[in-house]
């Protein structure tokens, strides 16, 4: 394989190691492969004093990363028995919680679509730059899967209600609006980027951040937040849909509509996740969390079902089964958040 086919890029110039995601016809999406050879070079580059700045960015024109190899999830889940989604998680999950953690500035390029896992290489860095061209979300629950890498606890944090509506919508939103939901730092127009990058091979990050970030347009959730606080702040999905279509704002009825699209039982596990997700805590917990109902999700039929209709046969019409949140009980929401016994996570643990 020729370095311009490699999956995922490496190299450093000055001060800074660059990670390029390098898969841009599949719009960067992460492979198992990509995962353990990024936390192998923040392992080098953690113990080389050379390398004082982390850079990650997408290759292409699209985006940095619309997030993990669906396909694969799709076929594992479909025709395997799990496991190979199972590992990958693992170390994607570990590789979010070192992200975290990461004791040098961890600089990532949030240049055009970043969603699901694309979120998890990005948002848990410390410092975090979005654009003209950012479309930020975490749109798990239109395949029939929950948010992950990291989200609920991301989302948990977003301020009021916006967490929630982001998490059962899976709506995209720019560069304002993801400043707004704590999930970057700093805005930089696209065409600063060339200048960002080469500040960063000499320059600490913050103050070559500084040099180009500017004040983003104007986004739209701040004027949305009066319905989406009063509506989403329900416990039972069913509430937050009556909730949405009893509201006088238009925009509540619409995004009702969204949120009836989407897989009941993700709907339902969803909001269980993001509110536990609050009580957690640490990063890890959440993770370890997110772990069991991912595995969870590789045994019920929306998950495949899901990513058939958006992205194998693209009809966009999905049959979920249970068909409506009223047949989505407790107990079949519960299932989701089953220890796994010698098969956890464990990273709150460690």
Not at 168 to 190: E, F, K, M, W
Request: proline residues 5%; glycine residues 10%; contains cysteine.
């Amino acid at each position: 394989m020729s370095a311009a086919e490699e999956p995922v890029l490496f190299h450093t110039t000055g001060h800074a190691g660059r990670i390029t995601l390098n898969r841009p016809r599949a719009l960067n999406a992460l492979t198992h492969t990509m995962v353990r050879r990024i936390d192998e070079a923040l392992t080098a580059w953690e113990r080389d004093p050379a390398v004082q700045t982390v850079v990650i960015t997408g290759a292409g024109e699209r985006g940095l990363c619309a997030g993990g190899d669906i396909r694969a999830i799709h076929d594992d889940a479909r025709d395997g028995d799990g496991s190979a989604s199972a590992a990958f998680w693992r170390d994607e999950y570990r590789l979010n919680a070192r992200i975290a953690r990461y004791p040098k500035p961890y600089v990532a390029v949030m240049d055009g679509i970043v969603m699901g896992g694309g979120v998890g290489v990005s948002a848990h860095g410390n410092v975090r730059v979005v654009t003209d061209r950012s479309r930020v979300a975490m749109p798990e629950t239109g395949i029939g899967f929950v948010p992950d890498v990291g989200g609920t606890r991301l989302l948990a944090l977003a301020p009021g209600e916006l967490g929630t509506h982001l998490a059962l919508t899976g709506t995209q939103i720019g560069a304002a609006d993801a400043l707004l939901c704590g999930l970057a730092d700093h805005y930089v127009p696209s065409d600063s980027l060339p200048d960002l990058l080469d500040a960063l091979t000499g320059l600490p990050a913050a103050e070559a951040v500084a040099g180009v970030a500017r004040t983003p347009p104007q986004g739209v959730l701040a004027a949305s937040r009066d319905w989406i606080d009063a509506c989403y702040a329900a416990d039972r999905v069913e509430e937050i849909v009556r909730r949405l279509l009893a509201h006088g704002d238009p925009a509540a009825k619409e995004t009702a509509e969204t949120v009836l699209s989407k897989s009941p039982t993700a709907l339902k596990v969803t909001l269980a996740s993001l509110r536990r997700a609050r009580r957690l805590g640490t990063l890890e917990r959440v993770l370890d969390q997110e772990y069991r109902v991912s595995c969870a999700a590789l045994t019920m039929p929306d998950l495949v079902e899901g990513i058939r209709a958006q992205v194998v046969d693209k009809d966009r019409r999905p049959s979920w089964s249970p068909r409506t949140l009223a047949e989505v009980g407790d107990a079949d929401v519960e299932r989701f958040f089953a220890p796994l016994g010698e098969r956890e996570l464990g990273l709150a643990g460690e």
